[in-house]
């Protein structure tokens, strides 16, 4: 990592409360160059607290832009960090209306030419694409990153239409304790207390509206740009990492999006941007990638970013499993069009008599980090267990060939015949080495209640034999000559899949099933190049060692008296950290996800949250504490959730919540 310290401007900084219609401030922070020349805007939006949790990365980017003349701001949402209002449900209406306020008010100001791009990794992604597809006139160009154009079959939420137990749970379980942290006084003054009181009052967790939508109705429609891609009018660089769920998303923006204003990134990346150097890479002059776009849609000046291919994508070679990888083997190659005319789909017969596949419900437990965030053990082990408690077909890779590549989605088309009227199936696609090693390469779900669409929840006829087609999550990859390809489909996958309150597996036939994989051609790609990553001058954070043994990051735990599996999960979000201003932030956070081998309805996930923050200059010392748990019985998710808030060790705000939500496709 290079650190640029020298800049073609100076740059300034302010904080300033951007108004919105209703009178309500959001609270931005603005870097500029030293110009007397009207520049253009580039706005990352989100509710992470822009004074603290986000602060470390925002310096490494926003300064950054500015030395490189654009105006750079960072706006938290409504109702969170030091801005006013309310907090609301993630993407509501209410935030995007906010969003294209802000857009036109940077538009209006003296310091900007008039042009905004926006820009942001996760949830600031998601938002910049949603604002695009409601056309600000101001905005001309969005680099979205690691975000979903599909709200319910590409989010955190449903997989295949079968609940996310894994990060359902454990997203809303984070909500809820980051929607209930106050106010900064050394921001806002003595008002920030009546501020948090009066927004803790108002908190109700995400987990209530998301299970209460099981099935691809109008709540997940609303903000899925999927519905009409024709609405976005600016240019979008769409970029992803195959170790990210959301990449899939690349995928489409470059198919649905006119070839004159989108370009696709897809590397081998987690949930992180791709400069930060964070396994797996290799890491990328992201920085300078995102200039080339912003000068040439809101400069107007020839950089040559729309003369690269529509779709730049890391091929992977074969490489032994491993939770985590500094660099992974592999080389960029480049696609004219999207479907590629480079990509061909082969199908694989999958063959042999009717097997039943039955799995034991903690199938799954090596199914890695939904979301791999760059640390040690976020990446899946071995196969080899999780293969045994599924059906495997291999497809040996001929040791006289050349490696066999594939790009794209890999699908599969699986007869079954099922004697219960709910249930789901998983497939993984995995790289099996000659010692046997199975590395994962990417999977798939179906919640066979949706094989006939997302929308609804058609129960299985009982004991009917039928075909279901789902296709697996996009991934390039090249297979080693000498190698196995195989196919492993189980009927479990906990805790990624909630299990249905029936699962007893089905039949499987292999006569009538087969796994279609898209080929590449062995293309030349040598022209594809980055440069080497740079950022702007860290914040300086500081980061005391814990006084406590750290905790594993995730740790399997089997009571064989039981036959009980726990999960113990330590996502690792930051530790305590000491700002450069004086705040001590404190962050801790578990999660547990429990099962019985042979019991679905065992199901149980449980997360606590604890956050301090504290300025011993301004005598300030607040906390927040969370508890979340879903168990379920054979008629609905149970929930419960518990905040408590406390100033100076005295509890200000008690809550708790229970709700019983019906199963319906879930």
Same mark, same amino acid.
């Given at each position: 990592?290079?650190?640029?310290?020298?800049?073609?401007?100076?740059?300034?900084?302010?904080?300033?409360?951007?108004?919105?219609?209703?009178?309500?401030?959001?609270?931005?922070?603005?870097?500029?160059?030293?110009?007397?020349?009207?520049?253009?805007?580039?706005?990352?939006?989100?509710?992470?607290?822009?004074?603290?949790?986000?602060?470390?990365?925002?310096?490494?980017?926003?300064?950054?832009?500015?030395?490189?003349?654009?105006?750079?701001?960072?706006?938290?949402?409504?109702?969170?960090?030091?801005?006013?209002?309310?907090?609301?449900?993630?993407?509501?209406? *209410?935030?995007?209306?906010?969003?294209?306020?802000?857009?036109?008010?940077?538009?209006?100001?003296?310091?900007?030419?008039?042009?905004?791009?926006?820009?942001?990794?996760?949830?600031?992604? @998601?938002?910049?694409?949603?604002?695009?597809?409601?056309?600000?006139?101001?905005?001309?160009?969005?680099?979205?990153?690691?975000?979903?154009?599909?709200?319910?079959?590409?989010? +955190?939420?449903?997989?295949?239409?079968?609940?996310?137990?894994?990060?359902?749970?454990?997203?809303?379980?984070?909500?809820?304790?980051?929607?209930?942290?106050?106010?900064?006084?050394?921001?806002?003054?003595?008002?920030?207390?009546?501020?948090?009181?009066?927004?803790?009052?108002?908190?109700?967790?995400?987990?209530?509206?998301?299970?209460?939508?099981?099935?691809?109705?109008?709540?997940?429609?609303?903000? %899925?740009?999927?519905?009409?891609?024709?609405?976005?009018?600016?240019?979008?660089?769409?970029?992803?990492?195959?170790?990210?769920?959301?990449?899939?998303?690349?995928?489409?923006?470059?198919?649905?999006?006119?070839?004159?204003?989108?370009?696709?990134?897809?590397?081998?990346?987690?949930?992180?941007?791709?400069?930060?150097?964070?396994? &797996?890479?290799?890491?990328?002059?992201?920085?300078?990638?995102?200039?080339?776009?912003?000068?040439?849609?809101?400069?107007?000046?020839?950089?040559?970013?729309?003369?690269?291919?529509?779709?730049?994508?890391?091929?992977?070679?074969?490489?032994?499993?491993?939770?985590?990888?500094?660099?992974?083997?592999?080389?960029?190659?480049?696609?004219?069009?999207?479907?590629?005319?480079?990509?061909?789909?082969?199908?694989?017969?999958?063959?042999?008599?009717? +097997?039943?596949?039955?799995?034991?419900?903690?199938?799954?437990?090596?199914?890695?980090?939904? @979301?791999?965030?760059?640390?040690?053990?976020?990446?899946?082990?071995?196969?080899?267990?999780?293969?045994?408690?599924?059906?495997? @077909?291999?497809?040996?890779?001929?040791?006289? %060939?050349?490696?066999?590549?594939?790009?794209?989605?890999?699908?599969?088309?699986?007869?079954?015949?099922?004697?219960?009227?709910?249930?789901?199936?998983?497939?993984?696609?995995?790289?099996?080495? &000659?010692?046997?090693?199975?590395?994962?390469?990417?999977?798939?779900?179906?919640?066979?209640?949706?094989?006939?669409?997302?929308?609804?929840?058609?129960?299985? &006829?009982?004991?009917?034999?039928?075909?279901?087609?789902?296709?697996?999550?996009?991934?390039?990859?090249? @297979?080693?000559?000498?190698?196995?390809?195989?196919?492993?489909?189980?009927?479990?996958?906990?805790?990624?899949?909630?299990?249905?309150?029936?699962?007893?597996?089905?039949?499987?036939?292999?006569?009538?099933?087969?796994?279609?994989?898209?080929?590449?051609?062995?293309?030349?790609?040598?022209?594809?190049?980055?440069?080497?990553?740079?950022?702007?001058?860290?914040?300086?954070?500081?980061?005391?060692?814990?006084?406590?043994?750290?905790?594993?990051?995730?740790?399997? +735990?089997?009571?064989?008296?039981?036959?009980?599996?726990?999960?113990?999960?330590?996502?690792?979000?930051?530790?305590?950290?000491?700002?450069?201003?004086?705040?001590?932030?404190?962050?801790?956070?578990?999660? *547990?996800?429990?099962?019985?081998?042979?019991?679905?309805?065992?199901?149980?996930?449980?997360?606590?949250?604890?956050?301090?923050?504290?300025?011993?200059?301004?005598?300030?010392?607040?906390?927040?504490?969370?508890?979340?748990?879903? *168990?379920?019985?054979?008629?609905?998710?149970?929930?419960?959730?518990?905040?408590?808030?406390?100033?100076?060790?005295?509890?200000?705000?008690?809550?708790?919540?229970?709700?019983?939500?019906?199963?319906?496709?879930?």
């Amino acid at each position: 990592m290079h650190i640029r310290t020298e800049f073609p401007y100076e740059t300034q900084r302010e904080d300033v409360r951007i108004p919105l219609p209703d009178g309500t401030l959001l609270y931005a922070r603005v870097w500029r160059p030293v110009t007397d020349e009207p520049v253009p805007a580039l706005l990352e939006y989100l509710p992470y607290r822009l004074t603290d949790w986000t602060a470390p990365r925002d310096w490494q980017r926003h300064p950054w832009y500015a030395g490189h003349g654009y105006a750079s701001v960072r706006v938290d949402v409504r109702g969170h960090g030091c801005s006013g209002g309310l907090p609301g449900d993630e993407y509501d209406a *209410t935030e995007l209306a906010d969003g294209v306020a802000v857009v036109n008010w940077l538009a209006q100001q003296p310091w900007c030419s008039g042009r905004v791009g926006m820009f942001g990794i996760s949830w600031g992604g @998601f938002n910049s694409l949603q604002i695009a597809a409601l056309a600000p006139e101001p905005l001309k160009a969005v680099v979205t990153v690691c975000s979903a154009d599909d709200r319910y079959d590409n989010d +955190v939420h449903y997989m295949g239409g079968a609940v996310l137990a894994v990060d359902m749970h454990a997203w809303a379980a984070t909500m809820l304790a980051f929607v209930s942290r106050p106010p900064d006084p050394a921001f806002i003054g003595e008002e920030w207390r009546e501020m948090w009181l009066e927004r803790l009052e108002t908190v109700r967790p995400f987990i209530h509206t998301w299970l209460a939508h099981q099935t691809r109705d109008a709540y997940w429609k609303h903000g %899925s740009v999927c519905e009409d891609y024709a609405a976005i009018d600016a240019a979008v660089l769409a970029v992803g990492g195959w170790h990210d769920p959301y990449r899939d998303t690349v995928l489409r923006l470059v198919e649905h999006l006119p070839s004159d204003r989108v370009r696709g990134l897809i590397g081998p990346w987690s949930h992180q941007y791709p400069d930060r150097g964070l396994p &797996p890479g290799p890491a990328i002059g992201f920085l300078q990638e995102t200039l080339r776009w912003w000068d040439h849609h809101l400069k107007g000046e020839e950089t040559g970013v729309m003369k690269e291919p529509l779709l730049r994508s890391w091929i992977s070679d074969s490489h032994p499993p491993a939770t985590v990888y500094a660099e992974l083997p592999g080389r960029w190659v480049g696609d004219p069009a999207w479907p590629s005319p480079h990509v061909t789909p082969v199908s694989y017969a999958l063959g042999g008599e009717p +097997v039943q596949v039955r799995s034991p419900q903690h199938t799954g437990l090596d199914a890695g980090r939904f @979301f791999p965030f760059g640390n040690d053990a976020d990446l899946p082990p071995d196969q080899r267990g999780e293969d045994a408690h599924s059906a495997a @077909f291999d497809f040996p890779v001929p040791a006289d %060939s050349g490696p066999l590549e594939i790009l794209g989605r890999p699908r599969v088309t699986l007869r079954l015949r099922m004697d219960v009227p709910f249930g789901q199936a998983i497939a993984r696609l995995c790289d099996v080495a &000659p010692d046997g090693s199975s590395t994962l390469v990417t999977r798939g779900v179906l919640n066979l209640s949706a094989r006939h669409g997302r929308d609804r929840a058609e129960a299985w &006829p009982l004991g009917a034999t039928q075909d279901v087609v789902f296709s697996l999550n996009g991934i390039g990859h090249a @297979f080693r000559p000498g190698h196995r390809i195989r196919l492993a489909v189980s009927s479990a996958y906990w805790p990624w899949i909630w299990p249905q309150a029936d699962s007893v597996g089905f039949t499987l036939d292999p006569a009538g099933s087969s796994l279609e994989l898209p080929l590449r051609e062995r293309t030349s790609d040598d022209t594809i190049a980055f440069p080497d990553p740079e950022q702007s001058e860290p914040l300086g954070v500081s980061y005391p060692a814990p006084l406590d043994e750290p905790r594993p990051e995730r740790l399997v +735990v089997r009571d064989v008296a039981k036959g009980e599996w726990r999960l113990e999960v330590d996502p690792r979000y930051g530790g305590t950290r000491v700002y450069p201003d004086g705040l001590e932030f404190t962050e801790d956070a578990r999660e *547990t996800y429990t099962i019985q081998s042979d019991d679905p309805l065992s199901a149980r996930t449980h997360s606590t949250w604890h956050v301090r923050l504290h300025r011993p200059e301004l005598g300030w010392d607040v906390s927040v504490d969370t508890r979340s748990e879903i *168990t379920c019985d054979a008629a609905d998710f149970i929930t419960f959730d518990e905040v408590v808030c406390r100033e100076g060790g005295e509890v200000v705000f008690h809550r708790t919540w229970e709700r019983h939500v019906p199963r319906e496709a879930g």
